[in-house]
């Protein structure tokens, strides 16, 4: 158990929807990370946000966005939804200091009908 | 564009084999190269490298980098079952982002 916690576990949706994905991070950690995994992309770097604020960005779609709250709690909200986004979506955190380890969430699994 | 690529993609062995895992890599700014393995569910880390020629050791997994020649490489010795993963090589580079490569999927049979 890595302490980075994620809900839902999974969730089914339908093209053109709307959907949340929420991630804590461990204690202490500033940094909070998004993946994406898929089956022909492996993982993608999406965003990072570090104590409130995006720090870096990767491939992240427009219709995607995400945001991390005073508590350090992280939303990715993913809007108009297409079958392909169906995907794993990892959160990770941080101390956020440089070359600090990343720790991974179980994942949300998101599977677009 | 930052590049990250695994060797071999995929590999089967019998157990108490002795296991090279490798990945290379071409990224602007690099931090340090981390490994983690994958058993169909969140990527759990194993070791970070920073410098060269310095090598992490955990039981049976070592890891070194050469930061000349842009490469680490992962050995497993005397592999056990539990081992089978899919085993991910990921850059760290300014902005604290991670470049994963594809992974190397890692099959030990009894």
Known sequence: ?113 | EDKVVQSPLSLVVHEGDTVTLNCSYEVTNFRSLLWYKQEKKAPTFLFMLTSSGIEKKSGRLSSILDKKELFSILNITATQTGDSAVYLCAVETSGSRLTFGEGTQLTVNP
Do not use: M
């Open chain 1, 1 to 113: 158990d890595s302490g980075v916690t994620q809900t839902p576990k999974h969730l089914i949706t339908a093209t053109g929807q709307r959907v949340t994905l929420r991630c804590s991070p461990r204690s202490g950690d500033l940094s909070v990370y998004w993946y994406q995994q898929s089956l022909d992309q492996g993982l993608q770097f999406l965003i990072q946000y570090y104590n409130g604020e995006e720090r870096a960005k990767g491939n992240i779609l427009e219709r995607f966005s995400a945001q991390q709250f005073p508590d350090l709690h992280s939303e990715l909200n993913l809007s108009s939804l297409e079958l392909g986004d169906s995907a794993l979506y990892f959160c990770a955190s941080s101390g956020g200091t440089i070359a600090d380890t990343q720790y991974f969430g179980p994942g949300t699994r998101l599977t677009v009908l």
